[in-house]
């Protein structure tokens, strides 16, 4: 998988898959507010330790992110999937993020987002990604390559994540942990 040169991790632009926007409603009070209560407590107990590790490490990303206005971006593909699971307040967090990036990330790309040259670009993009199983995951991967993201961010380790090392394209695809990793040596800083 080629890789982009950024001098740091905080210059990172970051896309959350599906999963990632429904890992962050659910643990919501401990990501921003340190607080794991009652029934996120008894969730977070019963997740293998790579789910927990992963959990953690998001739980620091989005303190960093909030600390330094940084945006997590997802695309209209993420919307209609979290509108599949039928929950409304999930997909009114995943709207949440979409204003959030709209207003401290990149405008610019919002605006392209629609636009069919972008459209264009996802499909042509589909069809280098064979080395992923799903049709979502490449149409996700291909957005977020086309809007030009540094890193992809899943907790999904059985499909995209496992499969990352048969895609050729210049994006890192990582779990939270890798991002965490990554950001560590640079989030004392903000």
Same mark, same amino acid.
């Given at each position: ?28 009070? &401990?990501?921003?507010? =340190? ?5 996120? $407590? %008894?969730?977070?107990?019963? #997740?293998?330790?790579?789910?927990? /590790? ?58 392209? &987002?629609?636009?069919? =040259? ?5 499909? $042509? %993009?589909?069809?280098?990604? #064979?080395?992923?199983?799903?049709? /979502? ?54």
């Amino acid at each position: 998988m080629k890789q982009k040169k950024l001098n740091k991790a905080l210059d990172w632009r970051v896309f959350a898959d599906t999963c990632v926007v429904n890992r962050i409603v659910e643990f919501g009070e &401990y990501f921003f507010e =340190n607080y794991l209560g009652d029934g996120a $407590l %008894i969730e977070y107990k019963k #997740r293998p330790i790579e789910d927990r /590790d992963d959990i953690d490490a998001l739980h620091n990303i989005i303190q960093v992110y909030q600390r330094a206005s940084l945006p997590l971006f997802i695309s209209a593909t993420v919307i209609k999937e979290v509108k599949k699971a039928n929950n409304h307040f999930l997909e009114s967090y995943a709207w949440e993020v979409i204003n959030h990036w709209i207003e401290c990330g990149d405008q610019e790309i919002w605006s392209r &987002y629609h636009s069919k =040259n972008f459209a264009n670009k996802v499909e $042509l %993009i589909i069809t280098t990604l #064979r080395g992923l199983k799903g049709p /979502d995951d490449r149409r996700l991967v291909a957005e977020a390559i086309v809007m030009g993201c540094d890193a992809f961010l899943t907790v999904d380790r059985h499909s995209l994540w496992k499969r990352r090392n048969k895609i050729d394209a210049n994006i890192r695809i990582l779990r939270p942990i890798e991002l965490w990793e990554a950001l560590c040596p640079f989030a004392a800083i903000i």
